[in-house]
């Protein structure tokens, strides 16, 4: 029996994940919600900024240095969006994956 390397799997899983993602925005909402599909694309919209945010908050306010990456902050940030979350990033996901949920209603 083949074993699948760590890359397969990766690759497979990746797979999945857009394959949930293409059909999730183009096939699953057929029930005709309208209000759910408008508050699932409102709760979209807000995990996009939730997750782009921090890129440009943290190299703004956390003193990073020029040419390195947003992650490589020397203080730490407590306003803007991190006076409300820590981590805007991980919310992002929940968000997503909420709005998913809201988007394929049937």
Do not use: C, E
């Amino acid at each position: 029996m083949k074993k699948w390397n760590f890359s397969g799997k990766i690759l497979i899983i990746i797979a999945l994940a857009l394959a949930q993602y293409i059909l999730t925005f183009f096939v699953f909402n057929l029930s005709g919600f309208k209000l759910l599909r408008w508050l699932g694309w409102g709760v979209w919209l807000l995990s996009v900024y939730f997750g782009f945010a921090p890129v440009f908050i943290l190299r703004r306010r956390g003193g990073v240095a020029s040419g390195d990456s947003y992650v490589q902050t020397t203080r730490l940030v407590d306003t803007n969006l991190y006076a409300i979350v820590r981590h805007p990033q991980y919310v992002a996901g929940m968000l997503f994956n909420a709005a998913l949920m809201l988007l394929s209603t049937h």
